[in-house]
């Protein structure tokens, strides 16, 4: 696209910044957030399942397990049995994701502490109870007899706003006998045990476990997204473990969650996975894919917003680059590769496990798409107006030049046709010669002043550069211009003011065709019976030729448009005066080639006044010599 042709570099960028603020701002409100969150859980159920078996193993206290023992009130006696048989399978870790708060019987529960006892690397259930009342939070923990030999680990979920569990908070606080006491996960808790129980290394970012290292940054509360799996987590039915003794060994060197699985009951959450197929997740097994994810290190990091602002005004600048550089259908298309770059950069990311927001980079690609792009149509289609007004403008100015030249060429064809048919006195031969040499000049004149416009605007016409006494100019292009002004009885007036013998540098005939441009202009579109005043004067280092008439004036849209090739205004077309709309744009070309500058003052109905501003002739010679 040539750079005429191409919209105004400030507007194309007010306009991208306009776009990326308000995609921005789209992007942090609610429905953006909550945009970002189904984003989220599509790439995350898009993820391929892992071939690897899986770390952890959960132990369901299900439908079938409840049915063989009556209820759920009589969840210790399977619980109890199935602990007992784990202590012997060689796992890695054991977590009860059971509150052991309470008692039940006398024999079952000191069996249970026993079954317990002899589970090692074990980890029981804490969750915070909050007291209205007070507004405090305290820890409920298991009875003194189960938790002797556990290590407690907080149960506590912490869903979105859109109620769905997306990551787990590593630690929590709360009071326990009155003391500010800090829990870790579950989940963190069983890993940390199962890795040979080295004690937790806290920095600003990370949490560290011997050689492995959890990004969950302090800022962040600790949060860990959970890479739920899409196989999910093996789940083996306490029942099932109670009959067939050889699934033990499905246990070894294993994490085992233990935990209730029953539908409808009351530890069951939405996740990703749970709220595309409308079935909530049981806790334990959120708890057991956390594990997972530890275990694994597949850890979903959030990407700095840095970075996502970033993308954001990279899409933006790109898109004002292609729809400032680029024109028509070009443009459209790589806009839209842009904004297809936008969806696929969070996915990219995604892949290489950075969580990137979608919607900042897919609502500025498309907000400066259809922001840019519809700029980019409307200033096209004004372009294409204008430039179909101007060729129409062309079209009549042919027109009229054409019918212009018709009247010299019919006189001299029709004036050398008689002189070579007839015989005529010498007198008339002389007479018809004078009217062939006058129209052939006014045809010449019609030709010159047409091309000179192309050629002053292709700056291919050389001026000539000598003193020129511009009041001299003046009075010349008066005393042409009094015959029309006297048919239509206008008085032409000359004030030489201040400086006014002072002269300009310039082409003597192109100065006098411009001055007599406006005079005649000023006649043509000026009533009968009113004045025209021309002058000239110094201001400065300036020489200013002025022109005021009284006639119909302009409004202000117009005088903007007057240098215009072709272009007359409304009153002009409607005054029944004939025009090409040329002659302004050949005085404009004129005084822009000599240095200087046009003045132009005009009301409706009170008349116009035009001023040519030149520099002095000696203010030119020297800055020549300098």
Known sequence: MRSQDRPALGITGAVAGLCLGFAILAAWSPLGQQLDAFAYDFLLRLRAPSPRASAAVVLAL????FRAQGSMAHLRRPLTEALERVARSGAAAVAVDIQLA??????????LAQALAANSNLVLASNLVGDRSTGQVTWEDPRPEFGRHATLGHVHADP???????QVLLEKAGLDVGRPTRRWALALEAYRL??????VVETAETLEIGPAVIPAPRREERAVRVNFPPDRIEQISVQSFLNRPELAARLRGRAVFVGVTVQGGPDRLMTPY??????????????AELYETLARGAFLRTAPESLTLATAFLL????AACFHFLAGARAFLAGLVLVAAGHATPVLAFARDRVMPVSPAAATAWCCFLGLGTRHYLFTRRRLGQSEAQRARYQQAVHYVTHEMRTPLTAIQGSSELMGRYTLTEEKRREMAALIHAESRRLARM???????????AGELELKREPVSSAAVVETCLERAQPLAERKQIVLRFEASHGSADPVLGDREFLEYACYNLITNAIKYSPANTQ????????GDSIRITVQDQGYGMEAHEVKQIFQKFYRTRRAQESGETGTGIGLSLVEEIVLQHGGSIEVESRVNQGSRFTLVLPRARDRVAEAAR
């Open 102 to 111: 309470d008692l039940y019987d006398a024999y079952w529960d000191d069996r």
């Open 194 to 199: 199962a890795s040979g129980g080295a004690p």
């Open 447 to 457: 030709i010159e002043m047409f091309l000179s416009v192309e050629r002053l605007s």
């Open 274 to 287: 749970s709220a595309w197929y409308g079935e909530a997740t049981p806790g334990v097994l959120i708890h």
């Open 62 to 65: 299900d439908e079938p397990t």
């Open 532 to 539: 025209i005043l021309t002058g000239v004067g110094r201001t």
């Open 160 to 166: 979105d706003p859109d109620s769905i569990n997306r």
């Open 316 to 319: 933006a600048l790109a898109l």
